[in-house]
């Protein structure tokens, strides 16, 4: 669902490795999107990551992603 209506918006999902998503998060313009719950990313989450808890993407993520046009990457586990 488009974050920001009631319609379909993704255009592109790529699954990524590690050394890949590395690479793409030192690009200034992507977003970084932990989607453990908060409690999980206060104990650590990678630099710079915003936290956006998968139970509440669709009614969070416009306040916390408002460029509905940028890349955004989403992990799920540390990869320290």
Known sequence: MDIHS???????VDVVEYKEFRQRQKDPS?????????????????????NLPLAH???????????????IILYCASFT
């Open 30 to 50: 992507v977003a970084v999107v932990d989607v453990l719950p908060p409690t999980t990313f206060k104990h650590g989450h990678l630099p710079g990551a915003r």
């Open 6 to 12: 009631n319609k379909t918006a993704i255009d592109v």
């Open 57 to 71: 993407v669709l009614e969070l993520a416009a306040d916390v992603l408002p460029d509905k046009h940028q890349e």
